[in-house]
Structures are given as structure tokens and as C-alpha cells.
């Protein structure tokens, strides 16, 4: 903000520059002239330099932005990635809890029936 009061305070200072220039100095017309593009000059110069000074600092935030983007994706994507190792490896393991149970039951069901051998009832 300091920096736009500062190139404001520039601009008015100029303008107020070329006004008095123009009326307290007894020159010919064409010095008169002279005296205007010179300032018109400077002027375009300052601007343009702080054109470019933006324009540099807006291409170099972006180039942070799109990197700092760059690494917050990639973490995201790692951290999907682990957690869809970690969640696949649970159902893994579930699926063979259930089938190790079955197998128990199973096991324990064939176990504890009478056989049908001799006894004839």
C-alpha cells in the first residue's frame, strides 16, 4: 500500500513539476516543448520500469504458487496412495479372518457329529 502513496505522491509531484515549469519560466515555445517530452519521458520511463517490476513479481508469486501446488499435490496423492495400501491390506486381512473362521466352524461342526458307524438303532 506504502508503495502505490509512493508512486502516487510521484505522479502529483510531477504534474505539480511541469505545471510551475511551465508557468514561472519565461522559455522560447519550442524549449517549452523540449521541457514537456523530457518530463513525459521520465514519467513513461518510471512507469514502465514499475510495470515491469509487477509484472516480474506476479510471474514469480506464480511460479511459487504453481510449485508449492506441484508439492501439496503430490503429498495428497502419496497420502491417498497409503491409505488405500493401509484400507486394501484391512479388507486383505479381514476376508482372511472370515475365511480362517468358516474354516473353525467347519472344522469344529465336522468334530462334534456322531458318526453313523455300527450302531443300528
Not at 24 to 37: F, I
Not at 72 to 94: C, H, I, N, P, W
Amino acid at each position: 500500500m506504502e508503495e502505490r502513496s509512493g508512486f502516487g505522491y510521484f505522479l502529483l509531484g510531477l504534474g505539480i513539476g511541469v505545471a510551475a515549469g511551465i508557468l514561472w519560466a519565461p522559455r522560447a515555445g519550442e524549449e517549452t516543448r523540449q521541457l514537456l517530452a523530457d518530463k513525459a519521458g521520465e514519467g513513461a520511463d518510471y512507469l514502465k520500469s514499475r510495470a515491469q517490476e509487477g509484472s516480474d513479481y506476479v510471474r514469480q508469486r506464480t511460479e511459487d504458487l504453481k510449485g508449492t501446488a506441484a508439492d501439496l499435490y503430490e503429498k495428497g496423492r502419496q497420502t491417498v496412495s497409503r491409505q488405500k495400501d493401509t484400507l486394501s491390506a484391512a479388507l486383505d486381512a479381514g476376508k482372511q479372518a472370515y475365511r480362517d473362521a468358516v474354516d473353525d466352524v467347519k472344522t469344529a461342526a465336522a468334530g462334534s457329529q456322531p458318526s453313523s458307524g455300527g450302531t443300528g438303532v
